[in-house]
């Protein structure tokens, strides 16, 4: 089993920037990446961006340029960096993670957090 627990979030103007932060705990040997998903009201839930346990990254179109996700392996702990936010990037950000390195079908979630962005 692995928990996950986030931070950071809020409410933002357009062009601002903010920190979302996932720390994971729990059984973790088998973990091949972490990452984020977001999910707007009336959207499906998307792929925002993840990381591997190499440190490889990958990011959505939409946010390429302007969030950035690293990690702390000591911590288990990951931070997206998202600067030069727009309006289209409100939505419930979730933290992820699984055993399949491209996240695409996560096993784990975090319980989410409110991302709002105002023009």
């Known amino acids: 089993q692995v928990h996950l627990v986030e931070s950071g979030g809020g409410s933002v103007q357009a062009g601002g920037s903010l920190r979302l932060s996932c720390t994971a705990s729990g059984v973790l040997f088998n973990i091949a990446a972490l990452g984020w998903y977001r999910q707007a009201p009336g959207n499906e839930r998307e792929q925002v961006a993840t990381i591997d346990r190499h440190g490889n990254t990958n990011y959505a179109d939409s946010v390429k340029g302007r969030f950035t996700l690293a990690r702390d392996n000591l911590k288990n702990t990951i931070l997206l960096q998202m600067n030069n936010l727009k309006p289209v990037d409100t939505a419930v950000y979730y933290c992820?993670?699984?055993?399949?390195?491209?996240?695409?079908?996560?096993?784990?979630w975090g319980q989410g957090t409110q991302v709002t962005v105002s023009s």
């Open positions: 992820a993670t699984g055993r399949v390195a491209d996240l695409s079908q996560p096993n784990y």
